[in-house]
T-cell receptor, first 112, second 113 residues
Framework: DQQVKQNSPSLSVQEGRISILNCDYTNSMFDYFLWYKKYPAEGPTFLIS?????DKNEDGRFTVFLNKSAKHLSLHIVPSQPGDSAVYFC???????????FGKGNQVVVIP | DTGVSQDPRHKITKRGQNVTFRCDPISEHNRLYWYRQTLGQGPEFLTY????????KSRLLSDRFSAERPKGSFSTLEIQRTEQGDSAMYLC???????????FGPGTRLTVL
């Protein structure tokens, strides 16, 4: 059963515009959420995270929003840059520092 | 380079052969995780260690799979009698106690012919 879901598998965005990636989860026990970026032939790279006690976390161009009542989180990248072209995975865990449940990923293409 | 390393990066084997992968975590990280990723899917949890103790195994981990972390440092993942369905990217990640962000290695791409 897919506990973390990422719809809209691919996204194309113009350089300088905002990229918005969405993620939904079904397990109400999840209390820590992470976003990873993955380039081909490399392992996932940690991007940003958020604890369930917060509803927003910002790090430079990346902001993650968490809506616990809707079991939904989103990643905003602004402004988008060509180097952001990659697959983005949403992940969640129970209790932090524990096994991660991943979504299927979103392919982002930033057009120069 | 002080990141997570995995060896080999690629492995091609024939069905029925045994294969072993190695993961070297970041040195001060006490937890080590193994995941498997197939095409079009996100990584799926297989097993994890805290120091040398294997604390959890996924039901995905059949009895043909075994993992060890003998001295609480590097880890090995062995697959016996490989099947074509074992073809995947095998990822290792490590994390320091009290932190939440797992750091991944580059993965080992397994192809079973």
């Amino acid at each position: 059963d897919q506990q973390v879901k990422q719809n809209s598998p691919s996204l194309s965005v113009q350089e300088g515009r905002i990229s918005i990636l969405n993620c939904d989860y079904t397990n109400s026990m999840f209390d820590y959420f992470l976003w990873y970026k993955k380039y081909p032939a490399e392992g996932p790279t940690f991007l940003i995270s958020i604890s369930s006690i917060k509803d927003k976390n910002e790090d430079g161009r990346f902001t993650v929003f968490l809506n616990k009542s809707a079991k939904h989180l989103s990643l905003h990248i602004v402004p988008s840059q060509p180097g952001d072209s990659a697959v983005y995975f949403c992940a969640a865990s129970v209790g932090g520092n524990n096994r991660l449940a991943f979504g299927k990923g979103n392919q982002v293409v930033v057009i120069p | 380079d002080t990141g997570v390393s995995q060896d080999p990066r690629h492995k091609i084997t024939k069905r029925g052969q045994n294969v072993t992968f190695r993961c070297d975590p970041i040195s001060e990280h006490n937890r080590l995780y193994w995941y498997r990723q197939t095409l079009g899917q996100g990584p799926e949890f297989l097993t994890y260690f805290q120091n040398e103790a294997q604390l959890e195994k996924s039901r995905l981990l059949s009895d043909r799979f075994s993992a060890e972390r003998p001295k609480g440092s590097f880890s090995t993942l062995e697959i016996q009698r490989t099947e074509q369905g074992d073809s995947a990217m095998y990822l290792c990640a490590s994390v320091m106690a009290l932190y939440n962000e797992q750091f991944f290695g580059p993965g080992t791409r397994l192809t079973v012919l």
